[in-house]
Each structure stands twice: as structure tokens, then as C-alpha cells.
């Protein structure tokens, strides 16, 4: 069974795409870290460094379900000829995560594409020549800032995912902070790239935030300012971290991650 978490009306489920290796090592992607960052690091997260000392990665979506229907927060890394095929563990098992939770793809209303990374729209457009979108009776939710800088996130995106998308008129571009029709809200989070966009979830004094690449790694959590190396902007990136971590408006807030060994984590 998925794991999944209950927010008031809103059912948070966490649904596994695949494992692996990330394509460089975590050194590098964190140049700035010192010594006792890393080891509080394991010490929160030991899944995250495999038995070879490599950085091991989980790549999820999350489902959010609730009697306004379901909105799926990112597509994974996707099929075997997908656009993720070059680096990560596909073909991807988002799919059976899908229908292990009772969700077909046409039960799906919203589809949220934190950002254009190709480990977080494979399963958005499948089918190569003959693509069509997996979820067809979806909204897809993209920022426009996200499209507009798409040549620098990833060119290939446009013909293999934002081209099918428009051609079946199923491509909606937001300008920041939007709230969904089942209630949830997308709110701007720009730095890893410069459309990067988040789901928040709330019901009373609790709140879940679906992250996507804000957060990659726990030495993020524990220390915000840390820059990514594949962070386009990490100004704004370590500012749209401590907007979301600092959130006072719940009292206890939650973290859904798509890359932390545990789905979940309560601050």
C-alpha cells in the first residue's frame, strides 16, 4: 500500500516511480557543505547514501484526493523511451503506484509539473510519434515563467511534452501563486528553475506542502542557504525554501518530497 497521509478533507498519497543513483556525486551538487553537515545529513536521512557512498535518489509523485477529485503533483521519470531514459532508472512504476491506490488515469483532474526536469513529466506525455498526454481528461498546470525560459530548462520538452498538451488544449499557464478547483493552492517557487512551482494542501492548522525540487536532499531541510548546483537562480531558491519552511500559518506542517527516502516529514 502507498503511504499517505490524512490533512482535513485531503488524502496526500505517495506514489513510487523508481530508485537510483544520481547522475553526479553529492559533493558536487553540494559544494558549500562541510563535514558535520553531511553527517547530520545521514543521520536525518541514511537512506539517501547507498553501500558504495553514492547519493541514492527516490523519484515519486504524490496524489491528492479529496471529494473535489484528484490532482497528481508531478509525472515521474516515466517509460522505457521517455525523456528521463538517459540518466534515470526507467522505465518507471508510476502507473501500478497509480492503480495500487484505486486511481486510473482518467480519474485524474489536475496535473501540477512543478518545473520541466525530465524526471518530473514522464508519465505527462507518452507514445512517442503518436504522443499523447497519459491522463486525458486532465488540466495540466505549468507557470508561465517555466515555459517562457523552457530553451534553458530543457528544450526537447517542447515538442515531446508542451506541443501534445496544447494540441489537445490541455495546457493551462499560471502567473504565480493560483488556487486549484479542488482547493489546493500552486505557489511560486522559482530558483531551481525559474517557473519551479509547489502544491500546498490545508485544512485548519495543518498544511502539507508537495515540494518537488525544492528540497532534493535533507542537508537542504536542516540548512536552507546550502546552494544546489543544478539551482539556476539559488538566491531565489534558498528564498523560496525559507518561505515554505517558515510557514506559520499551520502548526504543524508537512513535507512531501519527491527525492527523500521518507515521503513525509512533519516540521
Given at each position: 500500500?502507498?503511504?499517505?497521509?490524512?490533512v482535513?478533507?485531503?488524502?496526500v498519497?505517495?506514489?513510487a516511480?523508481?530508485?537510483?543513483?544520481?547522475?553526479?556525486?553529492?559533493?558536487?551538487?553540494?559544494?558549500?557543505a562541510?563535514?558535520?553537515?553531511?553527517?547530520?545529513a545521514?543521520?536525518?536521512d541514511?537512506?539517501?547514501?547507498?553501500?558504495?557512498g553514492?547519493?541514492?535518489?527516490?523519484?515519486?509523485a504524490?496524489?491528492?484526493?479529496?471529494?473535489?477529485g484528484v490532482t497528481?503533483?508531478?509525472?515521474?521519470?516515466?517509460?522505457?523511451?521517455?525523456?528521463?531514459?538517459?540518466?534515470?532508472?526507467?522505465?518507471?512504476?508510476l502507473?501500478?503506484?497509480?492503480?495500487?491506490?484505486g486511481?486510473?488515469?482518467?480519474?485524474?483532474d489536475?496535473?501540477?509539473l512543478?518545473?520541466?526536469?525530465?524526471d518530473?513529466?514522464?508519465?505527462?506525455?507518452?507514445?512517442?510519434e503518436?504522443?499523447q498526454?497519459?491522463?486525458?481528461?486532465?488540466?495540466?498546470?505549468?507557470?508561465?515563467?517555466?515555459?517562457?525560459?523552457?530553451?534553458?530548462?530543457?528544450?526537447?520538452l517542447?515538442?515531446?511534452?508542451?506541443?501534445?498538451?496544447?494540441?489537445t488544449?490541455?495546457?493551462?499557464?499560471?502567473?504565480?501563486?493560483?488556487?486549484?478547483?479542488?482547493?489546493?493552492r500552486v505557489?511560486?517557487t522559482?530558483?531551481?528553475?525559474?517557473g519551479?512551482?509547489?502544491v500546498?494542501?490545508?485544512?485548519?492548522r495543518?498544511?502539507?506542502?508537495?515540494?518537488?525540487d525544492l528540497?532534493?536532499?535533507?542537508?537542504?531541510l536542516?540548512?536552507p542557504?546550502?546552494?544546489y548546483?543544478?539551482?539556476?537562480?539559488?538566491?531565489?531558491?534558498?528564498?523560496?525554501?525559507?518561505?515554505?519552511?517558515?510557514n506559520?500559518?499551520?502548526?504543524?506542517?508537512y513535507l512531501?518530497?519527491?527525492?527523500?527516502?521518507?515521503?513525509?516529514?512533519?516540521?
Amino acid at each position: 500500500m502507498s503511504p499517505s497521509l490524512q490533512v482535513g478533507p485531503y488524502t496526500v498519497i505517495a506514489l513510487a516511480d523508481g530508485a537510483g543513483p544520481f547522475f553526479s556525486p553529492r559533493a558536487e551538487a553540494f559544494p558549500d557543505a562541510g563535514t558535520e553537515q553531511w553527517a547530520a545529513a545521514d543521520r536525518f536521512d541514511p537512506g539517501a547514501l547507498d553501500a558504495d557512498g553514492r547519493w541514492w535518489l527516490q523519484f515519486r509523485a504524490f496524489a491528492i484526493r479529496s471529494d473535489q477529485g484528484v490532482t497528481l503533483v508531478d509525472a515521474g521519470i516515466g517509460p522505457a523511451d521517455g525523456p528521463a531514459a538517459a540518466w534515470a532508472p526507467v522505465p518507471g512504476a508510476l502507473p501500478a503506484s497509480l492503480a495500487a491506490a484505486g486511481i486510473e488515469p482518467s480519474d485524474v483532474d489536475t496535473v501540477v509539473l512543478t518545473h520541466l526536469h525530465t524526471d518530473h513529466v514522464g508519465w505527462a506525455v507518452v507514445g512517442g510519434e503518436q504522443a499523447q498526454p497519459f491522463f486525458p481528461h486532465a488540466e495540466y498546470v505549468l507557470q508561465q515563467a517555466e515555459l517562457d525560459a523552457i530553451e534553458e530548462v530543457n528544450p526537447q520538452l517542447r515538442s515531446s511534452v508542451i506541443d501534445p498538451l496544447r494540441k489537445t488544449d490541455q495546457l493551462r499557464l499560471l502567473d504565480g501563486d493560483t488556487p486549484l478547483r479542488s482547493g489546493e493552492r500552486v505557489i511560486a517557487t522559482p530558483g531551481h528553475t525559474p517557473g519551479h512551482q509547489s502544491v500546498l494542501a490545508e485544512a485548519g492548522r495543518e498544511l502539507v506542502a508537495v515540494t518537488g525540487d525544492l528540497l532534493v536532499h535533507a542537508i537542504q531541510l536542516l540548512h536552507p542557504e546550502l546552494a544546489y548546483a543544478h539551482e539556476m537562480d539559488p538566491e531565489r531558491a534558498t528564498a523560496s525554501r525559507e518561505r515554505v519552511l517558515g510557514n506559520r500559518a499551520a502548526d504543524t506542517l508537512y513535507l512531501a518530497t519527491p527525492h527523500l527516502t521518507e515521503p513525509f516529514i512533519a516540521r
